[in-house]
């Protein structure tokens, strides 16, 4: 192999600048094909996916049974699959059992129904304490979770992606699927997050929480 | 190897900034270094999501941070580009400056070098026709080694003692395929590892659930004396 | 705490480099970083060496590694300075703003906070009365620990077993000191391990030597099943 | 403890100057004084101290018993000692011996007798393999040692600071002990390289080495 890229002092912006003129000028990259990625990525392929599954199980048990058994295939039935997804397994959160997902390693995430991985996800504070003081670092993106929930980390070493099925909030009993949807974060089905009802919604809320 | 990127455990980074409205790109070269990575990797360069990743792990680590993720991205395509010879040393650092202004000389055209290498199907899983070794609820040992090369077996969980809780699909082994060197299909477990094992005594209540291929692992009465 | 300062063993840094005419001072900010941390120990912080360590330590390790050893040092002396209230969080950044023209309002004073500490005695060389623990030649694994704080107990040689070559002279304990919890004396052993115990089978043939305090250690025997 | 200082975009040498001028105005600090310090470091204590100490035990066998004795007390008699000195253990090396010394967790170094660390010492390169990958290490800086040769790597985590008493170079027996010390290098004495004798001197290099 050879030697990796000696550390330069030139801007990042004008090195990949750099770099897609070369590529361009040898005829191997076609800006308008990275475009295409670009808008892909930054607009079509992104957690508005994962929300729709977890509105589904939510609302349809039969689905639900579907998705755990075999997350792969119950996202496929939505149309959701490419890159990052050939195995995909859901991790369903319950009152006593919380799932955080990470990856130590680099930043592998389930990109067919969260899209890119956000900032935080990627950033060496989470990959590092999330295996390892799970409970402070969720106490820093305003999760506290007491000590009765129990944690499980799921550090994505292999191929394999892990999403996670957040509780349904108390109080969105009478929402259907559709009204659901907007209420699903990235960050509740990567596990940082709950699900919160809507105002006027969450019953916990009304009754002095 | 264990390089920066192995940074589970690793103290110091502070916090994790969370901005809950950030836009998938927050500016325009990250989309561009990113599309062109996507490119880089089997089209242009003919290697695989394995060496890919191993080509990030091998930035300097000051590197490796400076930029951020799409930072490293941009390196680890220059550098796969670079190994299989598409581009020259230095030709972007030289682009560059010459975009820049600066009188400068760009170097001559390396000779193509793609790895002799395709892979027996798409993405990463593999059957096996042997059972797995472990089986789920048996006690396994993460083994204590230190590859030179690319592996999945990050450091903070060499030598401890899991739990086998799942069996996953049966997959190639990034060991052997980042380096060309085979697919090597494997069995792969999905093991459950306390707190205490990893960290200690003191450490937060909570269990780790890791990916660990078979040759990751061994019967925990095997190492010891 | 296992930071980015605790590095033997770590790899991706490439090669070391190499230059034997350079001066003390490559640049005159290293000269007058060094000389204000000198200063910014004891006589202005009321810290110590140990605190000083444990400030490195807990720098990003992205500001670790991105000015080299003087940057480390200049950042080193404004976290204890910091820490002790002499100067305001936020103060060296308003300050050099302002030296460069913008128009900033710099933080007011902060109440001086030092720590409540004075040394027994000059250095780190404190006497104990019990004999050693460990005798030259006796086996000696040292400890599978995570400190929170600061340690010398690098992780490389955690859990590993080693031969005691040598007793050193007994010296306040870095761990508690630098915390301001005490000096706690102890006896320190020179302990040397087997490159093959560091790092497998396959490492290079050496003996590593490092110094380890009393508590840092314990009997092989003990912590096996 | 407070927070530790945020990374800052600002350039080194500026926020340097900020902070001298912010304890300068305080009346906390001299200028004066950190110049004394600098020059001192810069000028005055460097490696030939540690040279004139391997000098004295190459010539003095009575000197250097005493060096491998107690360090510490054989290079004050030299008139060395200070900061970063406090135990000074002295190891020898032979044919089939080497010595290297390291700092892996930061950049511990014998001050009084070789001065500040050189940038390849404080390196984090340097720092991690030397425990590593000595020999390739080594063969690096341009020392190639076989098989034959043995190597202990000092790893610095105490407050002892240890020193390499070279291997006196064939070709120098008839050189006097001030004659000697300008062979002695800061490099040799940590153990990255061996001296060398003067050329002319050099019997191994004389006879085709």
């Known amino acids: 192999m050879s030697p990796v890229p000696v550390p330069s002092d030139l801007p990042v912006e004008l090195r990949t600048e750099a770099l897609e003129s070369i590529l361009v000028e040898k005829g191997l990259v076609d800006p308008a094909v990275l475009d295409k990625f670009v808008k892909t990525y930054a607009e079509d392929v992104g957690p508005l996916n994962g929300a729709k599954v977890v509105a589904k199980a939510w609302t349809d048990p039969e689905y639900k049974a579907r998705l755990m058994e075999d997350g792969t295939a119950a996202v496929a039935e939505l149309g959701f699959k490419g890159p990052q997804g050939e195995c995909i397994v859901v991790l369903e959160n319950t009152p006593t059992l919380h799932h955080l997902v990470v990856c130590t390693l680099c930043s592998c995430y389930p990109w067919p129904v969260l899209g890119l991985p956000p900032t935080w996800y990627k950033d060496p504070a989470y990959r590092a304490r999330a295996v390892r003081e799970p409970r402070a670092l969720l106490a820093e993106f ?65 009754h002095g929480h | 190897m264990d390089g920066i990127h192995d940074m589970g455990g690793m103290q110091g980074w502070g916090r994790a900034p969370f901005d809950p409205t950030e836009p998938a790109f927050k500016a325009g070269w990250e989309g561009r ?4 990575c996507l490119l880089s990797m089997n089209r242009l360069t003919g290697q695989n999501l394995d060496a890919m990743r191993h080509a990030l792990e091998r930035l300097h680590p000051l590197e490796y941070l400076r930029n951020g993720y799409y930072g490293r991205w941009l390196l680890m395509a220059e550098t796969l580009l670079t190994d299989s010879g598409v581009i020259a040393e230095g030709a972007v650092d030289a682009r560059a400056r010459k975009l820049r202004g600066d009188d400068v000389t760009e170097p001559p055209d390396p000779v193509l070098n793609k790895p002799d290498y395709t892979a027996t199907g ?16 048996e006690q396994v040992r993460a083994k204590d080694i230190h590859p030179a090369g690319h592996t999945r077996l990050p450091r903070y969980v060499r030598g401890r003692v899991g739990t086998v809780k799942r069996i996953l699909p049966s997959a190639l082994l990034p060991d052997t395929n980042a380096h060309f060197l085979g ?24 269990v780790l659930h890791i990916d660990l291929f078979d040759s990751y692992l061994e019967a925990p009465v095997e190492n010891q004396p």
């Open chain 1, 142 to 206: 305003g999760l506290e979770l007491g000590p009765e929930v129990e944690i499980k980390v799921f550090d994505s070493s292999s191929e394999v992606r892990y999403m996670v099925l957040p509780e349904r909030p108390a109080g969105t009993e009478g929402m259907s699927e559709e009204e659901l949807i907007p209420l699903v974060t990235r960050e509740a089905m990567t596990g940082v997050a709950k699900t919160k009802a809507p105002a006027g919604h969450d019953h916990d809320h009304e």
């Open chain 2, 122 to 137: 798409p993405g990463s899983l593999r059957p096996v026709d042997d059972p797995p070794r472990f089986t789920v609820g």
């Open chain 2, 183 to 206: 697919e090597n299909p494997q069995h792969c477990y999905g093991v459950a590892f306390d707190s205490t094992e990893l960290w200690g005594g003191e450490a937060e209540p909570f």
């Open chain 2, 33 to 36: 270094a990113f599309a062109i």
